[in-house]
């Protein structure tokens, strides 16, 4: 019964949902912005409280008012109502334009109703996030990783549905392997998505991250420095029997994107045996293996 009424928004499909709800402000002729159904006054429209988004800049915020208070609220937020508050609306899309409305002493917002389910609800939200152009890396993995753990979206399906490659797709959730201080610094800025693609399959990630951040690196010389192995942060070289060919590391890579774990494969050279090791920083990713290999 759960998982019948957790794959609930799985039977419109991640296509349907994006088509129902097209945050972009996009100029592609074929797209047909939302048209608003009605005017709703402000103080009846209230936030999704399992928003996954937690954070919003003051300083964007406050630049969205000054447009909105110059041109409107050119694209209508969407909403369903309000499940506890009879006459009211649950905001599902457009919580940032709700928020700069009220810094722009709007009194009421166009809006779009439509009949969603919590599912839906959550799917939409978290799609809404990823689509952001300003959407950090590590937010854009936790977001993908949400729609396949808990929706059980596949790789494939989110690449189609959201028109990115299934190796972009892969490429990010790779990222989630780093440990937890490397991501703060991705996250805030002090590493780029490229700085910690390069960093996912070294022997010490976050020393080697102080020392790109240190030293003010590009990607390139990042790469150059992940293949040496750092320059005083790591001198002890890698025992020749431990060095792994190419195959062997996109392998790792590509099995450490679907299980969601860090995986280690230690082939013994020139036989036909070796190991594969699953390491999870906690129980939420054992289960969510676990649950992967039982399938």
């Known amino acids: 019964m759960a998982d019948k009424n957790r794959n609930k928004g799985l039977g419109r499909g991640l296509s349907s949902l994006l088509a129902d709800v097209n945050m972009s402000d996009s100029s ?174 070294t022997q010490n990630p976050s020393a080697l991250a102080r020392e790109i951040i240190q030293r003010n690196l590009s990607v390139r010389e990042a790469e150059a420095l992940v293949r040496k192995g750092g320059s005083e942060v790591q001198k002890r070289p890698q025992p020749k029997a431990q060095r792994k060919d190419a195959d062997t590391r996109a392998i790792e890579a590509d099995l450490s994107a679907h299980l969601g774990v860090k995986v280690e494969i230690d082939h013994k050279s020139g036989g036909q045996s070796g190991e594969v090791r699953l390491k999870y920083k906690d129980l939420e990713q054992l289960d969510n293996l676990c649950r992967l290999l039982t399938k």
Do not use: C
């Open 28 to 201: 592609d002729a074929e797209r047909k912005p939302l048209v608003a159904e009605r005017l709703v006054p402000i103080e009846r429209l209230h936030p999704n409280p399992n928003q996954p988004r937690r954070t919003f800049v003051e300083s964007e915020l406050t630049e969205l008012a000054n447009s909105i208070a110059a041109k409107g609220v050119i694209q209508p937020l969407i909403v369903r109502p309000d499940p506890d508050h009879e006459g009211e609306f649950e905001i599902v899309a457009g919580e940032r334009r709700w928020r700069a409305s009220q810094m722009a002493k709007l009194h009421e917002l166009p809006v779009v109703v439509r009949t969603l389910s919590d599912v839906e609800v959550l799917e939409i939200a978290i799609i809404e996030n990823i689509q952001r152009a300003d959407l950090n890396a590590v937010d854009e993995a936790q977001g993908y990783k949400q729609l396949m753990d808990r929706f059980g979206h596949t790789q494939e399906q989110v690449s189609q549905a959201l028109g990115k490659s299934r190796s972009h797709i892969a490429n990010i959730l790779r990222l989630l392997n780093l440990p937890d201080d490397v991501l703060v610094y991705l996250r805030d800025g002090k590493l780029s998505a490229g700085h910690a693609r390069a960093l996912v399959n």
